[in-house]
């Protein structure tokens, strides 16, 4: 790829923007010599493997081509090569680990745990807590501003999650794809590609989830330290992810065209919208079922609603930053129960997750005859064999 940021150093940020976008494209549409005809990730694969057993993480068997297939189709990505070959060989389980051979309610966490991302960087944006370069000067106004962050996010691929807040970009489908830590307040590499998340101590797999981002900040710090000043290896640049990693200036009502509209402060709504309600309604029926007492309930549902569930934490500028906002604090409660010994069924039935904004009235989804299913995957695994044998 280009090193745009050292040739281009004259161009304003937009155009910088659009070229790294045709670098990355060119990388990723370039033809790649496998050694010997054969793609081969033994090395990567053995290391993070051993990795998760020697933190005492449960490995699985690997998922299986139409495993794989059933994903990307469902959740609209590829897996990176590099991650697909680990995950073929073993599936971690347990909390934080995406649970992608997941069904039935668990598959609403699943996808849930694929928007986070997205949803945090929303919250940050609505926050005035981000912007970047290439979007231009921000708008004063905080639905202005969100418009075009949305347009232009349209762009960023989709984050596939690794462990907990660390992803890992599904373009350019090329391995050694740089590792993003994402959450509400901020955007930071944690990994320049997947072998060198894995390369350090295991402690992040070990502690409370509140306390994640900062021991992988640390650990990420250290590990550069240590790294040769003659070592110039840099992450892979990544639309939209790298810029929003390395831009994280504070910001002030400056840069807003008018000082009687500050873009630091959001405009709440008087209400909370009733979808929200209703949301909280099923979680306290969910916990009625299963047999908690109302006492409890009330602590968990009514108490938490009253006191500060959704005052200070939940963003109302619009319907998506609503969503956006109790999508985060779904995300947080499901990681205390995850960590607490709680299954991915159990959290989805708990908190539902299936509160995506609707739009309009859709056709409920037709399922597949059996044997069609059947058919379909023999398929998937004929294509696979095909393309193997074309490497070789």
Request: with cysteine; glycine share 8%.
């Amino acid at each position: 790829m280009v090193d745009v940021d050292r040739r281009m150093g004259g161009l304003n940020p937009g155009h910088v923007a659009g070229l790294r976008r045709l670098s990355a494209r060119a990388a990723a549409s370039a033809p790649i010599t496998p050694l010997n005809g054969v793609f081969s990730f033994d090395s990567l694969v053995r290391k993070v493997i051993a990795h998760f057993r020697n933190c005492g993480i449960t490995v699985q068997r690997g998922l299986t081509e139409v495993e794989f297939a059933v994903a990307e189709a469902e959740f609209g990505f590829v897996f990176p090569p590099d991650l697909k070959a680990v995950l073929s060989a073993g599936l971690p389980v347990g909390a934080g680990f995406p649970d992608w051979r997941s069904s039935g309610s668990a598959r609403f966490h699943l996808r849930a745990s694929i928007e986070l991302p997205m949803a945090s960087i929303g919250l940050q944006i609505a926050r005035n807590s981000l912007w970047v370069k290439s979007w231009g000067q921000r708008p004063g106004d905080a639905e202005k501003a969100l418009k075009i962050a949305r347009s232009a996010l349209k762009r960023a691929p989709i984050l596939v999650p690794i462990f907990d807040r660390c992803y890992i970009p599904c373009n350019p489908c090329l391995a050694g794809n740089p590792i993003f830590y994402v959450d509400e307040e901020r955007v930071f590499y944690c990994g320049i590609d997947l072998s060198d998340f894995f390369d350090g101590d295991s402690s992040i797999f070990r502690h409370s989830f509140d306390s994640l981002g900062g021991l992988v900040k640390e650990r990420q710090k250290s590990k550069s330290s240590r790294r040769s000043v003659d070592e110039k290896r840099r992450p892979r640049w990544v639309e939209f992810w790298s810029e929003a990693a390395v831009d994280r200036r504070p910001r002030n009502s400056n840069s807003s065209s008018s000082s009687s509209s500050s873009p630091d402060r959001v405009q709440p709504r008087s209400e909370t919208p009733k979808w929200v309600d209703d949301f909280v309604t099923r979680i306290g029926s969910a916990l009625r079922q299963g047999g908690w007492a109302e006492s409890d309930i009330s602590e968990i549902v009514d108490v938490a609603a009253a006191s500060g569930f959704f005052n200070g934490e939940i963003v109302t500028i619009d319907n998506q930053t609503v969503h956006d906002s109790l999508l985060l604090k779904a995300g947080r409660l499901s990681d205390t129960l995850r960590e607490a010994g709680w299954s991915s069924e159990e959290v989805s039935d708990a908190l539902g997750f299936d509160f995506r904004l609707e739009k309009g009235k859709t056709k409920p989804p037709k399922k597949l005859p059996p044997e069609i299913a059947k058919r379909l995957g023999k398929l998937v695994e004929a294509v696979n064999r095909s393309s193997n044998s074309t490497k070789r």
